[in-house]
């Protein structure tokens, strides 16, 4: 049954944590692999050729249904079994492919951090950012503010639900464009809004977007 935000935050206002971003020159794609086939992957390569485009200012990029049907061919995955595949990258190409049996994490706590020098626009290796909350804070989860404005969690885009419209929001501008979030918009299952930490009291309830949760409300 869905909690309530107002349940599952363990503070109504964020705690102010200064850290720098940190850079890395290795990327990767997180890809929800079902029925032994990689879901939604135009949206995983549209954003790989905009990483290659835009971060090393390369007009290469890397195939990933060729890359992942020769991976899967020397593979033996089970029918039934959903797995996470990721794929290592940096601008001469892939690094490593690894799968692994996919188990959703277990999220009854949330906590608002702010960071005003968040900064993840592209799907990094280096995940300082995110790890150093874990060393620091106790929670099951972190939302993370920037100048008042929610951005995301350390492991996905998310949803609220606005109480009077009745609709999904997203925020305008979060922290990284995810291929779930890129999805849902095109099919108007969410809208974008700038939402402020102190309007959470219009919303009732959150769900989490990325590739293998797809959309799950908390």
């Known amino acids: 049954m869905a909690q309530t935000i107002e349940k599952l935050l363990i503070k109504s206002t964020p705690i102010l944590f200064e850290i720098d971003s940190s850079k890395s020159e290795t990327l990767f794609e997180t890809i929800a692999l079902s029925h032994q086939r990689p879901k939604h992957l135009q949206y995983h390569q549209r954003r790989v050729n905009k990483t290659f485009k835009e ?57 608002l951090i702010e960071m005003p020098k968040a900064d993840y626009r592209y799907k990094f290796t280096q995940r300082k950012l995110f790890d150093t909350l874990y060393e620091n804070f106790e929670a099951d989860e972190f939302i993370i503010t920037k100048n008042g404005y929610i951005t995301d969690t350390t492991i ?13 929001h997203t925020p305008k501008t979060p922290l990284l464009k995810g291929t779930t979030r890129e999805r849902l918009l095109e099919r108007q299952k969410i809208v974008p809004r700038d939402i402020d930490f102190r309007s959470l009291e219009n919303y009732s309830n959150i769900a989490l977007l990325n590739a293998m949760v797809e959309f799950k409300i908390l």
């Open 156 to 168: 996905a885009n998310i949803a609220l639900y606005h109480k009077s419209e009745k609709l999904w």
């Open 55 to 111: 971060y090393f200012k390369s007009s290469k990029s890397i195939n990933l249904q060729t890359l992942i049907d020769n991976y899967l061919e020397q593979q033996i995955l089970e029918p039934m079994q959903n797995y996470k595949l990721k794929v290592i990258y940096n601008k001469n190409g892939v690094i490593e492919i690894t799968h692994t049996p996919y188990q959703a994490k277990k999220v009854e706590s949330l906590l």
